[in-house]
Nanobody, 125 residues
Framework: QVQPVESGGGLVQAGDSLRLSCAAS????????MGWFRQAPGKEREFVAA????????YYADSVKGRFTLSRDNAKNTVYLQMTSLKPEDTAVYYC??????????????????WGQGTQVTVSS
């Protein structure tokens, strides 16, 4: 069992930066690919970013490419989503998810088996 726990959300202004963390407890989580998804009120959950188990590959949604950076520290079983140049349309609940052992960076939510509770990010204009 792997349990992702998100932190770092909050209220910021447009143009600000914010860093989300996801600490994964349980089995050797450094073997798992990780991803971030978000869901805004009244909208479907959407993919944000993903990283493979080793951290050598990342994958981003077009809407955040160039603004968000996903990294991982396997010694700490933690992944970080650095968000810069935030926009009001980035407002959403952000969810961290753990995939499968030795998994690749994937945007498919059905390839993630473990999900966190989410952290709210609100960007004011």
């Amino acid at each position: 069992q792997v349990q992702p726990v998100e932190s770092g959300g909050g209220l910021v202004q447009a143009g600000d930066s914010l860093r989300l963390s996801c600490a994964a407890s349980g089995r050797t989580t450094s073997r798992y690919n990780m991803g971030w998804f978000r869901q805004a009120p009244g909208k479907e959950r959407e993919f944000v970013a993903a990283i493979n188990y080793s951290g050598s590959r990342t994958y981003y949604a077009d809407s955040v490419k160039g603004r968000f950076t996903l990294s991982r520290d396997n010694a700490k079983n933690t992944v970080y989503l650095q968000m810069t140049s935030l926009k009001p349309e980035d407002t959403a609940v952000y969810y961290c998810a753990a995939g499968r052992p030795w998994g690749g960076a994937t945007m498919r939510p059905d390839e993630y088996d473990y999900w966190g509770q989410g952290t709210q990010v609100t960007v004011s204009s």
